[in-house]
């Protein structure tokens, strides 16, 4: 394995896969998950993400270093990753978005898979033609390539006009709550921002919006956790970010004096001051053994 700090993530782990998130490829299985661990202890001295990044800013990664973070605070993420991880006296990184975690707002794709568990999707799909969609395109591309004001109203009165109040209130036990995760943070987890609402922020919609987004989910975590963050995890937010704005949001952003989280398949090796940025790899659902061939590929951020 390369000498880097590979910063791995995953979704939920969790046994269940139900509708609200199962066309969406975000669970995997804990077994699956402990085979990772065993294998990942193997093959990497694991950190937590506040060292990896202490070591990287020093120019000091003399080894295979690795660490495990979590997206978007599901409920599966305590109950099942964090016991696991305990064992080996490891500690995981949480972005919350904040809007999740304390019902106040479902994540639109996941009003889209439950949707699409209850409906046929005709009505919802004849009122997007307005905005470019065509028969026969994936709807969650789609809406994620195109995001607008206009359909995210769409979806939220489709949702409403399509759900009951139980139904909704049942879809939140999939997000963890502040109280959960403050159990988390209390066991030295580190606790991240990725914005209050998950929408795709470096699209054209979001120029504008993604420093209230990020200033609102930041307000929250001061309130109900009692901390700053370092990191924001920029929501969809790959090297290739999706517009030509996204030079100038970045730049926007690191006046905050945070550290901006991309996603991309790329370790990191080189802290570059002016960008700062760093890199996380997306875990795919694959055995032990194949991830540890499939992180032994991955390129590295080097000067």
């Not at 998950?33 to 990497?44: C, P, V």
């Not at 064992?87 to 019902?103: D, H, P, Q, T």
């Not at 990020?214 to 929250?220: H, I, L, P, V």
């Amino acid at each position: 394995m390369k000498k880097a700090w590979y910063i791995i993530y995953y979704h939920n782990i969790s046994w269940e896969e139900n509708p609200i998130i199962i066309g969406l490829r975000s669970v995997i299985p804990p077994d699956i998950f402990r085979e990772h661990i065993y294998y990942l202890r193997k093959y990497f001295r694991i950190v937590n993400v506040p060292e990896g990044l202490n070591l990287l800013k020093e120019n000091n990664v003399k080894e295979p270093l690795l660490s495990i973070w979590f997206d978007d605070g599901y409920t599966g993420v305590r109950e099942y990753a964090f016991p696991i991880l305990k064992e080996y006296e490891m500690k995981g990184a949480v972005s919350i978005n904040s809007r999740f975690i304390l019902r106040q707002e479902m994540f639109w794709r996941y009003k889209l898979s439950l949707l699409s568990y209850l409906t046929d999707m005709v009505s919802l799909v004849g009122r997007l033609e307005k905005f470019g969609y065509k028969e026969g395109n994936n709807i969650g591309k789609f809406v994620l390539d195109n995001f607008s004001e206009g359909i995210y109203r769409i979806i939220d009165e489709f949702y409403k006009k399509n759900t009951d109040d139980i139904i909704r209130r049942e879809a939140f036990s999939i997000f963890d709550t502040m109280g959960g995760l403050e159990l988390l943070k209390e066991d030295g987890w580190t606790m991240v921002n990725h914005s209050s609402s998950h929408c795709p922020l470096t699209e054209n919609y979001g120029i504008d919006k993604i420093q209230e987004d990020f200033d609102k989910c930041e307000k929250d975590i001061n309130k109900y956790l009692g901390m700053e963050t370092e990191f924001f995890v920029i929501p969809f937010g790959g090297a290739r970010l999706r517009n030509t704005g996204s030079e100038y949001i970045l730049k926007k952003m690191k006046k905050n004096n945070k550290t901006i989280v991309l996603t991309e398949k790329t370790a990191n090796k080189y802290w570059n001051k002016q960008e700062g940025f760093i890199f996380r790899i997306g875990v795919p659902y694959i055995r032990g053994k194949k991830l540890i061939n499939y992180l032994s590929k991955m390129p590295i951020y080097n000067k």
